[in-house]
């Protein structure tokens, strides 16, 4: 949390002071909450949706939440291995969500610049990624994604275990 101003040091314990702290305090719990309750929702979600193969592969405790940022949802991710990660957000107005849950499947692209991001609607949909990536040792192909979201748009450095 950054400060916005600094008050000079006879207004320490001016109303403004305190009331400055309580801001900071609000908005720290609810990035909190926020943090936890994406983390609860993505572990939830993968339980109930995925119950077979991410439900049993992935403890809830494996899921990192982050706060709404910048306009965007609360949202969970957690590392799969080999450079591949799952991505939660709750949202109810985008074609991917499924009852409030989306949850998508980020693979390193083949060419090593950049990630591929596959929405994931069931649990049959990831197998039939899984088996399709599975002769290419979890590299997506470069440039194959009908949607036309090539690897650039997500570069290989917005993401770091
Ligand atoms: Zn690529």
């Known amino acids: ?58 403890e809830d405790t494996q899921w990192t939440g982050y706060p709404a940022l910048g306009g965007t949802e609360p949202s969970a991710v957690a590392y799969l291995g080999a450079g591949l990660w799952l991505h939660h957000t709750t949202t109810y107005d985008t074609e991917y969500s499924d009852g409030g849950d989306a949850l998508a499947l980020i693979v390193p692209c083949a060419c090593g ?34 949607r036309g979201r090539y690897c650039a748009s997500i570069p290989a450095r917005a993401i770091t275990p």
Request: avoid cysteine.
């Open 1 to 58: 949390m950054t400060e916005t101003f600094a008050l000079p040091d006879n207004e320490l314990d001016s109303p403004l002071a305190l009331l400055l702290d309580i801001v900071a305090t609000t908005t720290r719990r609810t990035r909190e909450e926020e943090r936890e309750g994406a983390e609860t929702a993505a572990a939830d979600h993968v339980y109930r949706a995925y119950t077979s193969t991410l439900g049993a592969a992935l």
């Open 113 to 146: 610049r950049g990630y591929i991001t596959s929405h994931l609607e069931s649990e049959d949909d990831l197998v039939e990624l899984l088996a399709e990536l599975h002769p290419t040792g979890g590299r997506a192909e470069h440039g194959s994604d009908t």
